[in-house]
């Protein structure tokens, strides 16, 4: 019997586990989902891989790789459950933490004085060192050995065994923080450490020794997670096989590499997504795109331009900053799980709470005692009373209840109240988008927004009414685009070196040495991931600034010898980014000098994509897809109404409806709301647009 080739993409959500699969020699796609597991994530996990292989009648040993999107670090840091960390940097630094940066996130409200958040690291488990470097990297002041040993037996006498390294000026020369390193090894070699010179090599030392710090915080975690993982797939094949995790640049890394690189999984899960639904608006001609993947306790949105998700390296992950370069993602608490409540004052709020997958919304029956959104859409209709297609019955009894109770508290109907429900959890999600393309000097009218995830397109028509937008692509088995992103990732590996000079003055021989540097480490790694020299593919990118700014702007860089021809492309293409970003650039004003401050370069080792299969065309009238009809309520002014349910998998190419209308799969469900029109298109997108009138 010949053996198959099955690549597998899986992602754990907060309350179910996504699947795809890829028969690597025939093209198929196969998809499932299964709950997750909380309480270990691995059986989730292996439940995933045993479902969907014995979908597809393969064995364990048919396996040729499994990409893993994952929410250990995001959910680690979402917590803020941060075990005790240690803090190590340079003599007379040792408040840089609490001074951090004046930053205000939602204004100072009704108090006369804002408090900082707590610091990741309490003042009592941070030490210094003496020794000092400039900012050129050279040595002002020696290494102080023997405060580093006293240090380091400092916090092995405390008893804390996660620690971040951040000297100062690191990112110029990384000796000192090298030196620290090897010290802690000796003298404390239970220690698990980070150092800043490895996680992050620029300059901004509150930002990096941040980025730091949440790498060391969440090691021990991924670590054991992925060390589970990866034991657990031994057992299962009866062999080792390449397992990937994805990573928030939009790229993947060996399960090897990724624990000693855990800050770069942080936003594991929602790149995934994004790159999936980057690749399908792709091929169906949409270049201009919002993502909305929506789960049972958040949603993640971004934006794709011309089939690439934007990056960012000003990211956050709850209260920390991390400054790695990740796909821009917006997170707000508007997932099917999150909680209706009333506020002190009475009025009704939805999330960012989440009841989660246990106990889950009223409508499971395992234990919930508050209304969800899952629970306005199922009473109201909006969805069927189960989900994957029967396997899970839901309670609707239960959820109505819950409702009622909390109409009667608002003194409303039952009907304003379930959509009062969904329509605060609409405009969560609206914001949420508008963060990622208006303040970005984007004009969302112009954009189609991709639905996916198991809740992301039940809200999908009036997120086109508050916005404005063009309209709605929602792909077939949108509940698993995220694990259908993960087959369609290359590995990726960013490297970074602070270099600030003016434009005039930049020594292109030098700013040429540490390209060649930052892509040699990127060759070095490719290399140990298993790609040839012939495979590997590099990115230059320049952060860039107009003199006096305290920001910059990422910019695509040209291949090539770095001379004043070069160095001139880049300040034509920050000048536009510029204006997109602020409607404004200094084109040709000789007072207003362009900056350098950031090299980067990426190294990217390319994978097979899975090609996404045409649908057959429609044949005969689209009654042939209707299964029955129910009452469902659009609007609480026009209450029920009569509305046809569709099953999507009976729909060919070409075909036309329009609103109310419910169209039903496996893992979600589309609710097409009156004056919308939808149509199939060839690669089975339902793609939905008002009405015009």
Not at 557 to 566: H, I, L, R
């Amino acid at each position: 019997m010949t053996q198959r080739r099955i690549r597998i993409g899986i992602d754990t959500g907060g309350t179910f586990t996504d699947v795809v699969a890829f028969d690597e020699d025939s093209g198929e796609l196969v998809t499932t989902k299964t709950p997750s597991t909380p309480g270990n994530p691995a059986d989730g996990f292996i439940a995933g891989i045993e479902k969907i292989l014995d979908i597809v009648g393969a064995e364990g040993a048919d396996i040729t790789a499994v990409s893993h999107g994952t929410t250990v670090a995001t959910n680690k840091l979402l917590e803020g459950k941060v075990e005790a960390l240690g803090f190590i940097t340079t003599e007379g630094y040792e408040f840089m933490l609490e001074i951090a940066r004046q930053s205000v996130p939602d204004g100072y409200g009704n108090s006369y004085f804002w408090v900082k958040p707590d610091r990741i690291v309490p003042a009592d488990r941070v030490r210094t060192v003496g020794g000092r470097l400039d900012f050129t990297g050279a040595e002002i002041r020696p290494f102080d050995e023997d405060g580093a040993v006293a240090t380091a037996r400092w916090f092995r006498d405390q008893g804390i065994t996660t620690i971040g390294v951040c000297l100062i000026h690191a990112y110029a020369n990384d000796d000192h923080e090298l030196r620290m390193r090897d010290i802690l090894r000796r003298e404390h070699p239970d220690a698990i450490v980070s150092i800043s010179s490895e996680v992050l090599r620029e300059y901004r030392e509150y930002e990096r020794a941040m980025t730091t710090l949440v790498d060391a915080a969440v090691k021990p975690n991924v670590s054991r997670y992925v060390t589970n993982i990866s034991e657990r797939l031994i057992g299962f094949t009866g062999n080792v096989i390449p397992f990937y995790v994805m990573k928030s640049n939009g790229g993947v890394l060996s399960a090897d590499e990724v624990v000693h690189q855990p800050i770069t999984t942080v936003l594991s899960g929602p790149a995934a997504g994004a790159l999936g639904a980057a690749l399908i608006a792709q091929v169906a001609g949409f270049p201009k795109i919002l993502t909305c993947d929506g789960g049972g306790t958040s949603t993640d949105v971004s934006v794709v331009l011309d089939g690439e998700p934007t990056l960012t390296t000003e990211g956050t992950v709850g209260a920390y900053p991390s400054k790695i370069p990740m796909i821009d993602v917006v997170t707000v608490g508007a997932g099917g799980g999150s909680i209706a409540w009333l506020s002190p004052e009475g009025s009704l709020k939805v999330g960012p709470h989440s009841a989660g997958a246990d106990p889950g919304p009223l409508c499971y029956a395992k234990g919930g005692t508050q209304p969800t959104i899952t629970d306005a859409h199922v009473t109201l209709g909006r969805i069927p009373p189960h989900l994957l297609g029967g396997e899970i019955p839901l309670d609707v009894e239960a959820a109505s209840a819950g409702i009622a109770d909390l109409a009667d508290q608002l003194g409303l109907d039952f009907e304003r109240c379930a959509t009062g429900i969904l329509e605060i959890s609409a405009w969560n999600q609206a914001n949420a988008l508008r963060q990622v393309s208006v303040k970005r000097g984007l004009d969302v009218r112009d954009f189609m927004l991709t639905t996916f995830g198991g809740s992301g397109s039940l809200l999908a028509c009036r997120l086109v009414d508050i916005l404005d937008l063009a309209g709605v692509v929602v792909p077939p088995n949108p509940g698993n685009v995220s694990a259908f992103g993960l087959l369609t990732v290359d590995v990726k590996n960013d490297y970074v070196q602070t270099h600030v000079a003016k434009e005039s003055v930049l020594d292109h021989m030098g700013v040429q040495g540490i390209l060649d540097d930052l892509t040699d480490r990127a060759r070095e790694a490719l290399a140990k991931e298993g790609f040839t020299a012939d495979q590997h593919q590099f990115q230059r990118t320049i952060d860039v600034r107009y003199v006096g700014q305290a920001y910059e702007v990422r910019v695509a860089a040209p291949e090539g010898s770095v001379d004043a021809a070069y160095v001139a492309q880049v300040a034509e293409t920050f000048h536009a980014e510029h204006h997109q970003l602020y409607g404004y650039d200094f084109r040709g004003d000789a007072t207003q000098q362009v900056e350098w401050v950031n090299l980067r370069v990426t190294g990217i080792g390319p994978i097979t994509r899975p090609e996404i299969p045409t649908l057959d065309k429609a044949e005969g009238d689209v009654d042939r897809a209707v299964r029955g009809s129910r009452q469902v309520c659009f609007d609480p002014d026009d209450g029920y109404v009569d509305t046809p349910v569709i099953w999507r998998t009976d729909l060919g190419a070409g075909d036309t409806f329009t609103g109310p209308a419910i169209v039903e799969e496996f893992g979600s469900t589309i609710p097409v709301h009156p004056g919308f029109e939808v149509v199939v298109d060839d690669w089975a997108n339902l793609v939905i647009r008002k009405v015009v009138s």
